[in-house]
Nanobody
Framework: QVQLAESGGGSVQAGGSLRLSCAAS????????VAWFRQAPGKEREGVAA????????YYTDSVKGRFTISRDNAKNTILLQMDNLTPEDSSMYYC??????????????????WGQGTQVTVSS
């Protein structure tokens, strides 16, 4: 049974930083993707970043390139999202999701079958 659990959300001033964590367990196959999505009230859910568990390939949406970094803590089987230089536009509920994949990842919502409960990020101006 695949389970995902997010942590690390909170409130921060513009220009500040936060680090989100996603603890993943129960994946049966050797190759899969773990991604971060976000959704603010009244807006579409948006793919933020993804990493392939197997070849370590990473993927980012344009609006966070250079500010966010996704990585894997191999010892803990945990996926991290380091968020720097935050702006109010980054305020959202952030979700961790996973999908089985042989080699590549996408940031398309319908590709992901397993989801966590989310963690709130609020950036004040």
């Amino acid at each position: 049974q695949v389970q995902l659990a997010e942590s690390g959300g909170g409130s921060v001033q513009a220009g500040g930083s936060l680090r989100l964590s996603c603890a993943a367990s129960g994946h049966t196959y050797s190759g899969y993707c773990v991604a971060w999505f976000r959704q603010a009230p009244g807006k579409e859910r948006e793919g933020v970043a993804a990493i392939h568990i197997g070849n370590n390939g990473t993927y980012y949406t344009d609006s966070v390139k250079g500010r966010f970094t996704i990585s894997r803590d191999n010892a803990k089987n945990t996926i991290l999202l380091q968020m720097d230089n935050l702006t109010p536009e980054d305020s959202s509920m952030y979700y961790c999701a996973s999908a089985y994949s042989t080699r590549y990842c996408t940031l398309v919502q319908r590709s992901f079958h397993y989801w966590g409960q989310g963690t709130q990020v609020t950036v004040s101006s």
